[in-house]
């Protein structure tokens, strides 16, 4: 490499190496026990055995993996029909592409006010219900915030990972589709075949990619769950920063410990999607994912 | 076709939906159950926010704003030079360069952030807008490379050239054709930079260890204080960039996807 592409790659990559290395480094070694002032004799893995070994955290990573996997389903299942729906049609509807991309830049926090304001037993859905006379009060209507089941944060995440995956998927329907459909329909595929034998296993690489990406994202997100979510058992990263936050400091390593598991989790899931993106491009040749 | 319609209006409705609520309250001076509209409309919590009472909530406003676009020059100045190493040249090191550029992006703030506190506060850049900025960076700058990246994966080096063989000095290269070239990449990697700074909540709280109140961190406050006419208009306000982004950048982008962005 040149001289002069390593000074224009070069500060980039640094000051992300340095903060985002830096960053996961030291969290591993105060995850191990490590302080400044006590240096780098004492690393110990005791506290990532105790968080391993603690029946709390056995819970929240259950149901961190229960919500992620969840809503990362239901909005995959949506996603495939739509995505199927955008890219058979030829005229582009401006309007509703520029209202289906809005899930994509709004704030995690905002979507979880409006989760509340419309699900909550004082919400817009129990409103409604309560004018139709189906429910008397408030306490009447289910618990679907800060609820046993995640179904206010699930909702959140659905609302908001459905155009992400959907996109995705219509890029690779766009860049691919038409040649291949065309070939079926010459040897005369059917519908029901077409969707089964080209369509599904063309989308199946970028579908996989992108739904790894949702877990991984869903996985490690905090403000959702930390709004919408019961007080116990609380998912992983809202378990994690309780007990960086705790009063009790031998917590706090037990904190950042738990912080470098989900970074770990969510790592694997991209190189995992990376390669499954990889190999969609070398089966299908397509440009990109 | 009928069905197309039917279609679009689910999906902008149960787009759109999710915000009803959100505007009513915000225009909402009492609300009783099991109505369906209030009672009474008012702008109290407008007057409010933009009123002397509320300068706490201005001021999270333009602290947001400043982090955020610092943040997003920052991210730009250096992401669009690596972006154009990265979308023009190949070489070996550029499958590992592509991961270490997407962890950050994906890769929870809040482990990143509780592991750099430490490192922050012997440095003396907690509870300040630079260290606040530079948690933020660890994100959006990669951010912007990526996008960057592409804006120069579609780019013809050969317009340059051109320009240099009719005479044209470096200096006038890069004025006149390479940076006009990258514009509107150079706009929307900075707009999505600055909306990722514009949301974050933790890693803000953890590193400006409450002293720099963003707008993010007086909405938590607010939701918990019960609040809601407040908390709706000022989460109507916390969209208003987000929003704003997208209308840029769909006119910029044309027909390309913003596909990545969360």
Redesign the interface.
Known sequence: MTMNAILMLGPALLTIIVLFGGGLVLGILQGMGYQFSSGLSQLTSAHFVSILLDPDFFWSLLLSLYVSITSTTIAAVISVPLALFFSSIAHRNRMVQFVFQIPLTVPHVVIAVAVIFMMSPSGMISRAMGSLGMISNPSAFPLWINDTWGIGIITAYVWKEVPFITLMIVSVLLHTGKAYMDVGRTLKAGRVQRFLYITLPMIFPSLGAACLIVFAYTFGAFEIPFLLGRTHPILLPVWAYKNYSDVDLFARPEGIATGIIIAVVVIVSIILSGLLARYARNTAGIGRT | MRL?YL??TV??C?????????VI?SFTYQWF????LPEQWGYRAWEYIFGPAGTQITSGLAQSMIVAAITAILSVC??T??G???GL?D?RLKNI????????V???P???????H??FI?LGLTESIVGVV??H???C??YA?FVMW?VF?NYNPEYEDQARSLGATPFQVFVRISTPMVFNGMVVAGLFAF?LS??Q??STL?IGGGQITTL?IL??AL?NSGD?PV??AV?LV??TP??L???FS?RYLG?Q???G??
């Open positions: 197309r279609l679009y999906i902008i149960s787009i759109v939906a999710l915000f009803i609520p959100v309250w159950y099991p109505d369906l250096l992401g030079p690596a154009r190493i990265l040249y070489f360069l592509s991961l270490v550029i997407i962890l950050p994906i890769v929870p809040l482990c990143v952030a509780m592991g750099l430490l490192w012997r530079l948690i960076l660890t994100f700058l990669p490379v592409g994966a909306l514009w949301s909540y933790l953890i993010p909405l938590f939701i809601r908390a709706a989460s916390f969209i987000a929003l982004a997208l209308v769909s027909k996807h913003l596909t962005i969360q």
